[in-house]
Nanobody, 124 residues
Framework: QVQLVESGGGLVQAGGSLRLSCAAS????????MGWFRQAPGKERDFVAR????????VYADSVKGRFTISRDNAKNTVYLQMNSLKPEDTAVYYC?????????????????WGQGTQVTVSS
């Protein structure tokens, strides 16, 4: 099994940037496709981005395309989410998740392992 711990959240003004990290332990991250999801208050958890185990397959939600960048460093067992041009509507708890190779799509039920989440708050 893999354990995931997110970090890097915080309070930022609109237009600012944050970089989230997701550190894995227990198993090598190269065994998994990885995803980022977010949940705003009173809303369902939504897909943000995913990256295949090799880094070659990347998908973004339309709402973050062109502003967010997902990447991974398998040697460091870490996945990143660089968030630029942040908007108040990006405010949410952000979760990273792991899925078996080839199964990490855009829906959360594909992912069997989740971190505890990190809060991102964007002020206007």
């Amino acid at each position: 099994q893999v354990q995931l711990v997110e970090s890097g959240g915080g309070l930022v003004q609109a237009g600012g940037s944050l970089r989230l990290s997701c550190a894995a332990s227990g198993r090598t991250l190269s065994s998994y496709d990885m995803g980022w999801f977010r949940q705003a208050p009173g809303k369902e958890r939504d897909f943000v981005a995913r990256i295949s185990w090799s880094g070659s397959g990347i998908v973004y939600a339309d709402s973050v395309k062109g502003r967010f960048t997902i990447s991974r460093d398998n040697a460091k067992n870490t996945v990143y989410l660089q968030m630029n041009s942040l908007k108040p509507e990006d405010t949410a708890v952000y979760y990273c998740a792991a899925a078996s190779r080839g199964y990490g799509g855009v829906v959360e039920y594909n992912y069997g392992y989740w971190g505890q989440g990190t809060q991102v708050t964007v002020s206007s």
